[in-house]
């Protein structure tokens, strides 16, 4: 079955673009040129992606995507931000947000593609054998339904936020440099910088308390969960 993207877009012209290209890879697009009316479409048509731009009437992009990441409806839903600013500043408060992913204008539609292609693929529930569950104290992440329990609760997280914990989980104990987890988790030449990493464990941390103190910063290196006592 196709997969369902929603682009929240107000100029006329890239939202055309954008759509002409997700529709001619097969994937079944629904737009809206307003944040307000997109937040609406994303709780009725629940896509499986997210494309947001951040200047919008209405509401603009980061408080559509700060009123997804809180409703439970939408609260795991991948998005992808785009924006004319390109200034790290506002990459960082998009990311803090929730989003996943940050592409600048102008892109290439080859680039968006890519990174929707590349976001989809690692929230797609795993069918390998190899796929584990991981337990460390009260925290249990299902690596098949994507799920992560703290204390048999379930804790939402974004996709870039499960894949992080997934890598930590699976080397645990051992340090994982930025650029490493920037590789494994994102996948491909993004246009992030090693401080997204450092928003992404930040949230991991403000998420799912018991990992306050277990993920390790290794000063000008990068990261470790700390083995259990």
Not at 17 to 22: D, G, N, Q, T
Not at 136 to 143: P, R
């Amino acid at each position: 079955m196709s997969k369902k993207i929603l682009i929240i877009e107000d100029e006329r012209d890239i939202r055309d673009l954008v759509a002409h290209y997700l529709t001619k890879d097969g994937y079944k697009v629904e737009a809206a040129s307003d944040g307000a009316k997109g937040f609406s479409l994303a709780k009725t048509m629940k896509p499986d992606l997210i494309i947001l731009d951040l200047m919008l009437p209405e509401l603009d992009g980061l408080e559509v995507c700060k009123k997804l990441r809180a409703d439970p409806k939408t609260a795991v839903m991948p998005i992808i931000m785009v924006t004319a600013k390109g200034e790290e500043t506002d990459k960082i408060v998009g990311l803090e947000l929730g989003a996943d992913d940050y592409l600048t204008k102008p892109f290439s539609p080859k680039e968006l593609m890519a990174r929707v292609k590349a976001l989809l693929r690692r929230t797609e529930p795993s069918h390998s054998p190899k796929a584990q569950t991981y337990v460390y104290s009260d925290l249990h992440l299902d690596a098949v339904k994507h799920e992560v329990l703290v204390k048999s609760k379930e804790v939402s997280l974004t996709a870039k936020e499960f894949g992080l914990l997934e890598q930590l989980l699976q080397n645990k104990g051992h340090i994982l440099t930025r650029d490493v987890l920037l590789d494994r988790v994102w996948g491909y030449d993004a246009d992030v910088t090693t401080r997204t990493v450092d928003v992404h464990v930040r949230r991991l941390r403000e998420k799912i308390p018991l990992l306050a103190d277990a993920i390790l910063t290794v000063k000008s290196y990068g990261y470790k969960l700390r083995e259990e006592d």
